[in-house]
């Protein structure tokens, strides 16, 4: 027995090793997972997209099941998912709000008239700073918010139906009962 | 000749454009003193960009780096202290902006697993320089000894001189 675990060990090691470098190939850096989920939206108020007078507050977004989506003129994968958030507000079983972030506001309201707007309304963080204070480090990011105003999930990157589905409508009804 | 020439200018190049590039990304902030300025570049040096990951917050040109430098800026200009400020990003974007992971149980593999290793490394190697000294010095036989001779070139006579 002893003979054979000087080899044994090595390869034990060398397979807990590999299972490990295996798991990483499906793991994207990009990733990363954020603070503030489980955590009370953090407190903003911003001027509406379609109206520099008026406010929007995260106040707003409380009270009901609702989607904070980071979105932005500039940003190609926004516009890959906009066909999802407009699908996903014509099912109706949530209220989407979006962060229009770092944009210019002209560009931003011609985007809307133009693809179709899936949002209740429109907060507009032209300096980004809303975004910090939300931790977005790049759109699209989609924030779920419970009716308490909890942040319950945040998904990076573009939504698609197959997330929406899969991880994003189960949570959704799970959280109005 | 004409190569080397061209080979020196490169490395000129190289030499002169790698600091400038460097601070390039740096906006034109203002600072009191020197010490000031000191303090702002070692704290941007230890947080990472969540862009481009493997560039600090001091080396990267995304636009959320501009933001989060001058955000930081305007913290450090307003009097808040280093734990406040890494406080501060840390609650919106998680241990991963530090370059220093904190030490708390699920670190603790990262800041003491190369000690363990290193120990079990240790153990094992005097074990094993332990095991060597005491084991006995193998004989060997007249034939080995003369096979060895032999082989060392040396003579038949010392071979015989030796062997009485």
């Given at each position: 027995?002893?003979?054979?675990?000087?080899?044994?060990?090595?390869?034990?090691?060398?397979?807990?090793?590999?299972?490990?470098?295996?798991?990483?190939?499906?793991?994207?850096?990009k990733?990363v997972?954020?603070?503030?989920?489980?955590?009370?939206?953090?407190?903003?108020?911003?001027?509406?997209?379609?109206?520099?007078?008026?406010?929007?507050?995260?106040?707003?977004?409380?009270?009901?099941?609702?989607?904070?989506?980071?979105?932005?003129?500039?940003?190609?994968?926004?516009?890959?998912?906009?066909?999802?958030?407009?699908?996903?507000?014509?099912?109706?079983?949530?209220?989407?709000?979006?962060?229009?972030?770092?944009?210019?506001?002209?560009?931003?309201?011609?985007?809307?008239?133009?693809?179709?707007?899936?949002?209740?309304?429109?907060?507009?963080?032209?300096?980004?700073?809303?975004?910090i204070?939300?931790?977005?480090y790049g759109?699209?990011?989609?924030?779920?918010?419970?009716?308490?105003?909890?942040?319950?999930?945040?998904?990076?990157?573009?939504?698609?139906?197959?997330?929406?589905?899969?991880?994003?409508?189960?949570?959704?009804?799970?959280?109005?009962? | 000749?004409?190569?080397?020439?061209?080979?020196?200018?490169?490395?000129?190049?190289?030499?002169?454009?790698?600091?400038?590039s460097a601070t390039s990304t740096l906006e034109?902030?203002?600072?009191?003193?020197?010490?000031?300025?000191?303090?702002?570049k070692?704290l941007i040096a230890e947080i990472r960009c969540l862009v481009c990951q493997n560039q600090s917050l001091a080396d990267s040109d995304a636009e959320l780096a501009h933001d989060l430098r001058a955000e930081v800026y305007?913290?450090?200009?307003?009097?808040?202290?280093?734990?406040?400020?890494?406080?501060?990003l840390?609650?919106?974007y998680?241990?991963f902006v530090?370059y220093?992971?904190?030490?708390?149980?699920?670190?603790?593999?990262?800041?003491?697993?190369?000690?363990?290793?290193?120990?079990?490394?240790?153990?094992?190697?005097?074990?094993?320089?332990?095991?060597?000294?005491?084991?006995?010095?193998?004989?060997?036989?007249?034939?080995?000894?003369?096979?060895?001779?032999?082989?060392?070139?040396?003579?038949?006579?010392?071979?015989?001189?030796?062997?009485?």
């Open positions: 027995m002893g003979r054979y675990l000087r080899y044994l060990v090595p390869l034990g090691i060398f397979a807990v090793l590999v299972a490990f470098l295996f798991r990483g190939l499906s793991l994207d850096p990733l997972p954020s603070p503030l989920v489980g955590k009370p939206m953090p407190a903003f108020t911003l001027t509406r997209l379609d109206n520099p007078n008026a406010t929007i507050s995260d106040a707003d977004l409380k009270g009901k099941v609702s989607l904070l989506n980071i979105w932005a003129t500039w940003c190609a994968s926004c516009r890959a998912e906009h066909d999802v958030l407009l699908q996903l507000a014509e099912t109706g079983e949530v209220a989407i709000y979006g962060l229009n972030y770092k944009d210019n506001r002209a560009d931003a309201q011609r985007w809307l008239r133009q693809l179709g707007d899936p949002y209740e309304a429109n907060a507009f963080d032209e300096d980004g700073r809303v975004g204070d939300w931790g977005v759109a699209p990011e989609t924030f779920v918010i419970d009716s308490q105003g909890i942040i319950r999930h945040k998904h990076i990157g573009p939504l698609t139906t197959e997330v929406v589905k899969t991880q994003l409508l189960p949570l959704i009804t799970e959280l109005k009962s | 000749m004409k190569r080397l020439f061209s080979a020196l200018l490169v490395v000129s190049l190289l030499l002169g454009a790698a600091p400038a034109a902030f203002k600072f009191a003193s020197e010490a000031e300025e000191l303090h702002f070692d305007d913290m450090v200009q307003a009097g808040r202290s280093d734990a406040e400020i890494i406080d501060f840390v609650n919106r998680g241990d530090l220093k992971p904190p030490l708390k149980p699920t670190t603790w593999f990262i800041w003491f697993g190369p000690f363990v290793l290193l120990a079990i490394a240790a153990f094992l190697l005097v074990r094993a320089l332990r095991r060597q000294r005491q084991a006995p010095a193998t004989e060997i036989s007249a034939e080995e000894r003369k096979r060895l001779d032999a082989l060392l070139g040396k003579t038949a006579v010392d071979d015989e001189d030796n062997n009485p």
